[in-house]
């Protein structure tokens, strides 16, 4: 779209309501400018929206979630946080109800301390989820009878800091 | 091995022999158990994933990777950068599970274009028991591969080579996620542990949906020879963990090593024994009309040949065909393939490759 006053690409549209009827600008960034229509800096009721809703891009990578949804990979290791709220719930159907990491963490990063060390563990919630997703891993063992699997079960959970449950066998 | 007549192997790192670890007919319950294989997917903290990554930053990571990949203790690692290998090598390659076919052809971004795709990379140990893929889906796949059931012994040999890497270079982690990867599908421990199975008799006594539909309800995946995409030729499947978050490297062990392949694994040697015993006509005419194909076919195709080779080696196992070396059966099926016929036979139509394979199946089964 053009903008209103010039020949340039419209990149902000400028909503103005004066006496109950809504004036609609489009405008360049330069015009815009001119007109003291400026990001942030405009009165209400007077606001400032990009030209289209703004699809959630990923700062690090660039990528749109609209690509993620077509090509079904990630951009970035970013991606994870720019999009949690989208993949969290799609990550759980995938991995049989599961929200969070359980294993492996870099040996050399758990050797720290301070920042880095949460940077890896993460914080009391993480840690919370781990051992609500283990308890549970434990009771469907052992109420299926698996016991060699509930040991190795309980083994997680100790080394992880939640003490297993002694009332189970 | 007596050298037949046709072109030199092609100079250079690409492993050409013929036999691979995983084809020896060695180890565990190698009657049933052709192969365990242990994968470990990987990517750099702070770099774009290769399908979003231009070739300068593909370039960038194989700098990063090669001196960490080059440095695993235990093994002696030679690096190939595929970019800079003909189709004929990365078929090779391939052929023999060292590169998926993702990796051999190398597709580029959108926009970026080379003969040979985007730089890519993989490194080999000499025993071809371990392998790392550089920029396939994610910028590391480390993969450990033994003859029969050994996933403890694979992952024990992945597990030592992440720790070596790790100490190179900083590797995405997320606190709830884990291992970070390029689809999610792979996040948490991108641990995926399969088993590659041959289960003749279960196809023959019509159970081969059955155990299909028992894994899925395992949450288990069942692909064929070649990996996704590919048919279960010679009744040749490969089962492996879906599920990569939530569950422990030693949940997942266990499961597979420990509870579902040993009850694959019987299920196949009950259904042999039913065939041996109750129904030994069928077997001795099924394993003899394979052997009779392949040691009196003029002209075969690759899948006529894997499902020949298929029956020979249940024939093996069952007590039909004793004499029959399992090792010999492995390295065939690895002769047969295109690529391994071509670097004996070189270039040729599909009809002289068909006469080829026919002719070399007669020799060595004679
Ligand atoms: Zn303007
Ligand atoms: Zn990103």
Wanted: proline share 6%; net charge neutral.
């Amino acid at each position: 779209m053009k903008c209103d006053r010039c020949e340039n690409e419209a990149t902000v549209t400028d909503i103005t309501r004066r006496q109950g009827v809504v004036i609609e600008r489009h405008l360049c960034e330069k015009c815009a400018s001119e007109a003291g229509v400026v990001a942030g800096g405009s009165p209400e009721p007077s606001a400032l929206v990009p030209q289209k809703p703004a699809v959630p891009t990923c700062p690090e990578c660039g990528l749109a979630i609209t690509e993620f949804r077509q090509g079904g990979l990630l951009g970035c290791p970013a991606c994870y946080k720019a999009f949690e709220a989208t993949l969290a719930p799609m990550i759980e159907r995938a991995h049989e109800g599961a929200t969070h990491h359980i294993g492996k963490t870099p040996r050399c990063k758990l050797a720290r301390s301070g920042p880095a060390r949460e940077a890896v563990v993460g914080g009391v919630d993480e840690q919370v989820e781990r051992l609500r997703l283990l308890k549970r891993q434990l009771d469907d063992a052992v109420r299926a009878e698996q016991y060699e699997r509930a040991a190795t079960i309980r083994d997680e959970l100790r080394r992880l800091g939640g003490a297993a449950d002694p009332a189970t066998p | 091995m007596p050298s037949p007549a046709g072109p030199t192997p092609p100079d250079g790192p690409v492993p050409t022999g013929f036999t691979a670890e995983w084809l020896r007919g060695e180890g565990a319950d190698a009657d049933v158990v052709i192969s365990s294989r242990v994968r470990l997917a990987r990517n750099l903290a702070d770099e774009p994933f290769p399908g979003r990554a231009s070739a300068a930053q593909k370039k960038k990571v194989l700098g990063l990777c090669r001196p960490a990949v080059l440095d695993i203790p235990g093994h002696t690692m030679v690096w190939i950068d595929l970019h800079d290998t003909s189709p004929f090598e990365r078929t090779l390659l391939m052929e023999r599970h060292l590169i998926s076919k993702q990796h051999a052809k190398g597709k580029a971004k959108a926009g970026e274009s080379t003969p040979e795709g985007s730089p890519r990379a993989v490194a080999v140990a000499a025993d071809e028991r371990f392998s790392v893929m550089v920029n396939e889906e994610d910028h590391l796949r480390l993969q450990a591969i033994r003859s029969g059931l050994a996933l403890r012994q694979a992952w024990e040999d992945a597990d030592a080579a992440d720790d070596a890497i790790e100490s190179h270079v900083e590797l995405a982690f997320s606190p709830r996620f884990g291992y970070v990867t390029a689809c999610p599908t792979n996040v948490g421990t991108g641990l995926r542990m399969s088993v590659m199975m041959h289960l003749p008799a279960l196809r023959l006594m019509g159970d081969i949906e059955k155990v299909k539909r028992a894994a899925a309800d395992m949450n288990l995946a069942v692909r064929g020879f070649y990996g996704e995409h590919s048919d279960a030729s010679g009744d040749f499947y490969q089962l492996s963990n879906q599920a990569t978050l939530g569950k422990s490297e030693r949940i997942i062990l266990r499961e597979l090593q420990d509870e579902i392949i040993p009850r694959v694994i019987e299920f196949e040697r009950a259904a042999r024994k039913t065939l041996a015993d109750k129904r030994r006509t069928l077997i001795e005419d099924q394993v003899y009309r394979a052997l009779g194909l392949l040691t009196h076919a003029r002209m075969i195709s690759t899948e006529d040949a894997m499902q020949g080779l298929s029956m020979v080696r249940l024939g093996s196992t069952a007590g039909v065909l004793p004499q029959l070396d399992r090792a010999l059966i492995g390295q065939l099926m690895l002769m047969v393939q295109p690529g391994h016929l071509q670097r004996l036979v070189g270039q040729a139509e599909q009809e002289r490759r068909m006469v080829a394979r026919a002719t070399l199946l007669r020799q060595r089964l004679a």
